[in-house]
């Protein structure tokens, strides 16, 4: 056991080395600790999944590695998870994604490139047809584009981000430049679009970081959830966010307290293909028998001095419009 032990320490670094002896043990947590009922019992979360359409979520777990244990437990106790956006993995480049992975699900992540901590993930149904949008990712933004395709309608791209607080050092100084220059990219394309995950700008506070809501604002992104989604102690704060640039598409939304890290889970149900119309009744009148030449005969009768010399434009429109209806109720044509 010795030897295996300076084997694997020669040839790994400390991080991989600890993955490599979990895997070889099997049934050793990697942060052990109480165990909680919290993941197993949360009716709302049973009674959004019963609904019809794309269930999309979004949680901060703060560390994927100690708390995939509780990731397998979601799925396991709540089917019908179509997609589970995560950020601050804090997977790093020595992780392999293999790691992470759940049955039934394919996982794809994003590291942080330069320091610690970060990082965006998601997990993506086998049910889902999807591709990936490398084009509109960046290192300035830590996030990952997915498209979803759909049949008889057009493909919905979907972004999954973290934005480091504004006192983070991570964050970097042209964050809202680069967002910007990535919403106007897929705005240009004519097609419904999502954005979640974990933003640090506080929607509770209308006065909370007004430049990266502007930008929003800027390509009709509208934040759709409205609860908090991180509490402590004595502050509520609502930076896990998910927003669209087609409201009416979203079914429901709601925050669900997990144990997975210390922020709440948020969800949605998109709507798929069951978009519902109310009807219009328009009345027009019938000029199966206009007789054009009738018409304007009767016009050339009128005087219409009052409309050419008038220095009114909204009078002489009055005027006129009031003659024309006059015309149309007394004649027929």
Same mark, same amino acid.
């Given at each position: ?59 901060? +777990?703060? /560390?994927? %590695? ?11 106790? #709540? &089917?019908? *998870?179509?997609? =589970? ?109 999502? +954005?979640? /995950?974990? %933003? ?11 430049? #990266? &809501?502007? *930008?929003?604002? =800027? ?115």
């Amino acid at each position: 056991m010795e030897i295996l032990y300076v084997a694997l320490y020669v040839r790994t670094s400390r991080r991989n080395l600890i993955n490599l002896l979990i895997l070889l043990c099997g049934d050793i947590e990697s942060c052990p600790g109480p165990q909680t009922d919290e993941v197993r019992d949360v009716p709302r979360l049973n009674t959004l999944l019963n609904q019809s359409g794309m269930k999309i979520f979004h949680q901060n +777990v703060r /560390g994927l %590695f100690s708390n995939r244990v509780y990731i397998s437990e979601l799925f396991e106790n #709540f &089917k019908g *998870i179509d997609i =589970l956006a995560l950020s601050e993995t804090h997977i790093t480049k020595e992780d392999p994604e293999s790691f992470f992975e759940v049955p039934g699900y394919t996982f794809v992540s994003n590291y942080r490139k330069k320091g610690k901590g970060g990082g965006v993930a998601a997990y993506i149904s086998n049910n889902v047809a999807w591709e990936r949008r490398h084009d509109l990712e960046n290192e300035v933004t830590e996030s990952i584009w997915i498209e979803i395709i759909l049949k008889h309608t057009k493909n919905i791209p979907i972004g999954i981000f973290y934005r480091p607080p504004d006192s983070s050092k991570y964050l970097h100084r042209d964050f809202n430049n680069t967002f910007n220059e990535v919403l106007s990219s897929v705005s240009s394309e004519p097609c419904e679009s999502i +954005v979640l /995950g974990d %933003f640090n700008v506080n929607y509770s506070v209308p006065g909370d970081n007004p430049e #990266f &809501k502007a *930008i929003m604002n =800027l390509y009709s992104f509208k934040q759709m959830i409205n609860k908090p989604t991180r509490i402590s102690g004595s502050t509520k704060t609502l930076i896990d966010i998910i927003a669209t640039n087609n409201p009416v598409s979203i079914k429901t939304t709601d925050v669900f307290p997990l144990s997975i890290g210390d922020h709440d889970m948020i969800g949605c149900v998109r709507k798929i293909n069951s978009t519902k119309f109310k009807p219009r009744t328009v009345t027009c009148r019938d000029y199966k028998s206009y007789n054009q030449r009738q018409m304007n005969n009767e016009l050339k009768l009128i005087d219409w001095s009052y409309v050419y010399n008038n220095s009114n434009v909204n009078s002489a429109w009055i005027y006129m419009k009031t003659i024309m209806m006059m015309m149309m109720m007394m004649s027929v044509y």
